[in-house]
């Protein structure tokens, strides 16, 4: 049975917070998850980059989005950040969204993740998102960090926070 | 927006987490990504609109050749 264990935790402060910083993860778990409930101070949907190991973006990261907000479908087959980091591209409401790694301590393959993700907002825009992420690179992850992907006007509110742990299948 | 970018960096090995400004490197990449982003996102956007405008047009096509829309739907 698999066992989810706590790693780290980030939260935003008031203030202009655009990243978090998960730093020299333990090598010692089989897969990791990251749990972020997120908004934006902006009232935009906005969105946020999963980047690995202080690397950058372009060449690394591919992903495909399968999304819908409200009845509109919102897929996306190009580089593509995580989707809607507020709900409703409302200030006040938080969008949670999941990501899983398997097998981060591999140095043979591309990391690869797995984002579900969705909020309810104010009940009248749904807006739900799943995607498949891939980093280009076989390094074993060490550092994961969700920047925002437009850092003057999209910024994590108050109480946006992250939650890392690591899975052990047995 | 004049006020400093921050960063919250979690260490996991140590338990410290920190608040951190951006340093003007990060800052700078983080343009260059998002400029990146755009033009992506805008490539990505004009095929979705020129996917959409040729099925309009092959419709319009069928539509004269005297199909009906029931008819275009089914293939």
């Known amino acids: 049975m698999a066992t989810y264990t706590f790693i780290q935790s980030a939260t935003a402060p008031s203030g202009n917070v655009v990243s978090f910083d998960f730093t020299s993860i333990p090598q010692t778990y089989d897969d990791l998850v990251i749990i972020a409930h997120t908004r934006n101070v902006s009232n935009n949907y906005g969105g946020y980059w999963i980047v690995l190991n202080g690397s950058t973006i372009n060449t690394n990261l591919s992903a495909k989005r399968l999304g819908v907000s409200g009845t509109t479908n919102n897929n996306s087959t190009s580089v593509e950040t995580v989707w809607n980091m507020s709900g409703g591209g409302n200030s006040s409401y938080f969008a949670t969204t999941r990501t899983y790694f398997p097998n981060y301590t591999n140095t043979t393959s591309n990391k690869v993740a797995l984002i579900t993700g969705g909020q309810v907002g104010n009940g009248t825009d749904l807006v739900q998102q799943v995607t498949a992420w891939k980093w280009a690179q076989t390094t074993a992850i060490t550092r994961i960090e969700l920047r925002t992907d437009a850092p003057t006007t999209d910024i994590f509110g108050q109480y946006s926070s992250a939650y890392l742990y690591g899975i052990s299948k047995s | ?75």
Do not use: F, W, Y
């Not at chain 2, 998002?34 to 805008?42: N, Q």
């Not at chain 2, 990505?44 to 029931?70: H, I, M, R």
């Open chain 2, 1 to 75: 927006m004049t006020e400093i970018l921050t960063k919250v960096v979690a260490n996991c090995t140590t338990g410290v987490t920190e608040i951190l400004p951006l340093t003007a490197e990060e800052i700078a990449q983080r343009k260059i990504d998002a400029a990146a982003h755009a033009v992506r996102k805008a490539e990505e956007d004009a095929a979705v609109a020129a996917k959409a405008a040729a099925k309009a047009s092959a419709e319009a096509k069928l539509t004269a050749l005297g199909l009906t829309a029931e008819e275009i739907a089914a293939l």
